[in-house]
């Protein structure tokens, strides 16, 4: 007996809204790119900013575009990079500066491109628990607290301390073309402490150098600084708070207090791939703008659920605890010492995913300032570069697709940028120095320890000036 009856009219409008609503339904499937590659293998190194990967992955964003993607850690960046090279990975997470150093042929010469930036921010900077004891005599203290940003000035006796002793101060960073590197030599030079040069002879990175920075991969860096071997170090998460766990180490600070909202990472892909795969490159891109929308959405209330999965041996493998005590809005400096840092890791808000032009530069002038780029180049070189690598046109496409879909909002995207962000104001960088990605030579002039425009090094010495 049917106890609940429809009038034929209804019954019509419901059969009719159904229909309506299947119609409506795959409209996304509708737009899905005929793909040229559906099997794929993308690489990453085991930290928090790989997320959009695993994100893409575990929701099915990459399904939804038709791709069957393998994830597969590496050990390091060197690997990592090799590996698209070859084609033996399609695509990887990769540090802002390995597309930019391959292209220009710094290191390993090939053109990788980039078409969608990973994050802002995610970065921080780790001495021993000794050092830090020595360094806190120099902080000032509020209500009890480090006052926070701490500075390198507060290094500086440390660092001389040692070079009276004859000790050298050796601390760690992940590549020389890393955020790392440059973010730990910017802070340190804001303080007066000379990070090194590097020379076309002497890759070192340590001709002159206060500090003796080296690299160590990033999961090793806690045991590294526990042996002894560095005294602190520059890494992502979760290996700062990894260190604060362990009570091996003090986070001195993150890349949020040196250069508020300072871009990372990026998915690289070799130039051939792109051209051979422009419908591939797409759905990739779109998956990955997908990923990063779900990590900060609603006021990044999905963040637990990512952190449960970066947990898992097959992503960051470290324990949830300490992947979330930077991914959940707040970082813990010494132990204890938790304190509100809501943009620490930034996936989406802020244009994070666009290729900005003007953040190719900035990697471009720390090359320069440090002599990975041995010789001056007009400003016009660095645009030129930037705009060889970063794929603003790719990423734009993509949006747009996404937009039309109904998956995200028109006002995600800067559809007008012309693809460098406005200079960044004096007071969100460590040193009181702003930065114009239109200007380049006017900016590394501006810094006061590093190479000058016009200078290069011979030998031991700078010339030039």
Known sequence: MNRNPVIPGTKRLLLGMALAMISLAPAAQAEMLDVEKDELTFGFIKLTDMAPLAVAKELGYFEDEGLYVTLEPQANWKVLLDRVITGELDGAHMLAGQPLAATIGFGTKAHIVTPFSMDLNGNGITVSNEVWEMMKENVPVEAGKPVHPIKADALKPVVEKFKAEGKPFNMGMVFPVSTHNYELRYWLASGGIHPGFYSPTDVSGQIKADALLSVTPPPQMPATLEAGTIYGYSVGEPWNQQAVFKGIGVPVITDYEIWKNNPEKVFGMTAEFVEANPNTTLAITKALIRAAKWLDENDNANRMEAVEMLSRSEYVG???????????????????????????????????????????????????????????????????????????????????????EGLADEA?????????????????????????????NEYIDSLPIGLKSNETIDGNEVVGG
């Open 318 to 404: 470290a324990d949830a605890e300490v992947i979330a005590n930077s991914m959940t809005g707040t970082f813990e400096y010494e132990k204890g010492d938790q304190r509100p840092v809501p943009d620490f890791n930034v996936f989406y808000r802020y244009y994070a995913t666009y290729p900005y032009y003007s953040d190719a530069v900035w990697y471009l002038t720390q090359m320069r300032r440090w002599g990975q780029i041995a010789e001056s180049k007009p400003d016009g070189w660095y645009d030129e570069v930037a705009r060889s690598v970063y794929r603003p046109d790719v990423y734009l496409k993509a949006a747009r697709l996404l937009v039309d």
């Open 412 to 440: 995600d995207f800067p559809w007008d940028a012309d693809g460098y962000r406005e200079p960044t104001p004096a007071a969100d960088v460590i040193d009181g120095i702003g930065y114009d990605g239109r200007k380049p």
